[in-house]
């Protein structure tokens, strides 16, 4: 009598155990990557780029992918983009093709003494594994590394890893390399593996991403600076003008007051104040800012920073009025705000507002697009199942505060495409500061949901 098959035929069954024994591996191809200094900031070596590049092509010819290429295209100003890497695998008949996303450049590390760890060393604790893009994006890299991995011969649709170098800086080339390989990109859905999960053991869908738009504003006051004995009373310096221009862009209650901004409609789901403030590491006494929901402040509403100012350093200054100062403000965009009106009515906002007959001068910076996902769809649905079946427990659909703004640059290039964004960051990832980190267990969670997503859009 034939004995009855043990092999598993529930796929989380069969796919399960085979993560959990790649992913040994797996860490060992992320740690590689995050020891690559890939900063695509131009005021770092780009020779470090291109090896991250090459790196990551290693891996994708290593899960068998049979075209692999590394490839650029010119930024508007015509100077070359960063080396991405493409990597495919064409469909079988009648099956989808599959667009995987992640960006393997990284910000620049920061000073030295905001980090526990080396930041292009990595390093394990609690779980976690701290370095320089261990979170954005090269986890993301191994997600789809991962996932094909365990897939192997068993991937029943067509695969087109797409992994871009220089989302770091804005995708200054994005446009142009869309353009020009086009043919290579088209998908049936597009999967971006560079966002979050709501909290550790709780998946998360985005659906939502804020826009972004930046400049910098001068003020002036003086042709030169002057003695500020001789001048200082009727004269007041260009910092305190400038510092007093930036107060009028929030309300009392911290609310943006810029007229011509939009909000979306708040979130179903909201954010426990005392996990927002652990999550930020707010310090013991601070408020926080605005009205409403945690979550419609962070996702669905305009917020405005101030990330820089150029004025004279302490170490350098004199007894003098500065005659001028500029500072760099950052708004986030609301999903449904055009960046252009944004632009427009930030732009209006400092001109009309100048202290004391003051000259503002306002210098356009990045636009970006928000992103809002259909309610549901039939690569959502999956997307849906995917993450449960690996998880335990059914994702949240959460809004980001971030951007990523080459999303609506793929919406426009393949209009017809489904569009997920997942991640593997979680709120203590620290993204972008020190102490960037992803924590073990849910990027080996992330790549089982991802070969599960596949598997599942293999019968669609």
């Known amino acids: 009598m034939t004995e009855p098959s043990t092999t598993p035929t529930d796929p989380t069954e069969l796919l399960r155990p085979r993560v959990a024994a790649a992913f040994p591996g797996l860490r060992a191809d992320l740690e590689a990557l995050v020891r690559i200094p890939s900063v695509s900031s131009g005021a770092f070596d780009q020779a470090h780029v291109a090896a991250s590049a090459a790196a990551v092509a290693e891996l994708l010819r290593g899960v068998g992918l049979p075209e692999v290429q590394v ?82 011969d068993e991937l029943g649709v067509g695969v087109t890893v797409f992994v871009e170098g220089e989302e770091e800086v804005g995708s ?75 107060t009028t862009l929030h309300d009392d209650a911290g609310d943006v007051a810029v007229a011509g901004l939009v909000s979306a409609p708040d979130p179903v789901v909201d954010y426990d104040e005392a996990e927002l403030r652990a999550d930020a590491h707010l310090i013991d006494g601070a408020h926080l ?3 409403g929901p945690l979550t419609a402040r962070l996702w669905t509403r ?61 210098t356009p910076g990045e636009l970006g697009r928000p992103f809002k996902a259909p309610a549901d769809s039939e690569a959502m649905r999956a997307a849906r199942w995917a993450f449960e ?20 640059d793929l919406l426009e290039a393949f209009p017809d495409a489904a569009i997920l964004v997942t991640g593997v960051e979680d709120p203590d990832s620290r993204a972008h ?24 859009l293999a019968e669609s």
């Open 71 to 152: 490839l650029q295209a010119d930024r508007p100003d015509g100077r070359p983009g960063a080396p991405a890497v493409i990597a495919r695998r064409p469909a079988p008949a009648g099956a989808p093709t599959v667009l995987l996303y992640a960006h393997h450049d990284v910000q620049p590390p920061g000073a030295d003494e905001g980090w526990d760890t080396v930041p292009f060393e990595p390093t394990e604790r609690d779980g976690r594994l701290y370095g320089r893009g261990a979170a954005d994006d090269k986890a993301g890299v191994i997600a789809h590394v991962g996932a094909l991995r365990v897939l192997a």
């Open 172 to 246: 200054p080339s994005f446009g142009a390399f869309l353009a020009k390989y086009a043919d290579l990109l088209a998908a049936d859905v597009i999967v971006v593996a560079d966002s979050a999960n709501w909290k550790v053991g709780v998946p998360g869908l985005t659906t939502s991403l804020r826009g972004l738009v930046d400049l910098s504003v001068e003020v002036a006051v003086l042709d030169h600076a002057v003695h500020s004995g001789m001048f200082g009373g009727p004269v007041l310096d260009a910092l305190t003008l400038l510092s007093r221009l930036i």
């Open 289 to 291: 800012a605005g009205t």
């Open 302 to 362: 305009p917020a405005l920073a101030v990330i820089g100012i150029d004025a004279p350093s302490i170490a350098l200054s004199s007894n003098t009025v500065v005659p001028r100062a500029t500072a760099k403000l950052s708004l986030r965009i609301a999903p449904g705000q055009d960046p252009a009106a944004a632009y427009d009515a930030l732009r209006a906002h400092l001109v009309e507002h100048a202290p004391f007959g003051a000259r503002v001068t306002v």
């Open 389 to 408: 079946q690996a998880w335990g427990t059914a994702p949240v659909d959460i809004g980001i505060g971030g951007s990523i703004p080459f999303i609506a």
């Open 433 to 456: 500061g020190a102490n960037e980190s992803v924590h073990l267990g849910e990027l080996e969670k992330v790549i089982l949901a991802e070969a599960l997503l596949l598997t599942k």
